[in-house]
């Protein structure tokens, strides 16, 4: 994980497949504030694809980086408004 940014809150989706990480990210990253960082941990490999998508389409939301460690998927995403 990168040290230029730190975590605001952890999101603990292992388990669940898609649309679900997304889902979750989405209702909890609405409960943030501008500037804080989500961090997303899943287990679901299409989470990488989804997670990029939905932020890249997604105003206000900016993905920072997403780490794959064996059968685990980190994410890491900020609230931009």
Known sequence: MSDEFDITETLDVKGASCPMPVVKAKSAIDDLDEDDVLEVVATDSG???DID???TGTDGV???E???DG???K???QKTA
């Open 47 to 49: 989470s990488m694809s």
């Open 53 to 55: 998508g939905w932020a």
């Open 62 to 64: 900016e993905l920072l």
């Open 66 to 68: 997403q780490v794959e």
């Open 71 to 73: 059968d685990v998927y």
């Open 75 to 77: 994410h890491y995403v």
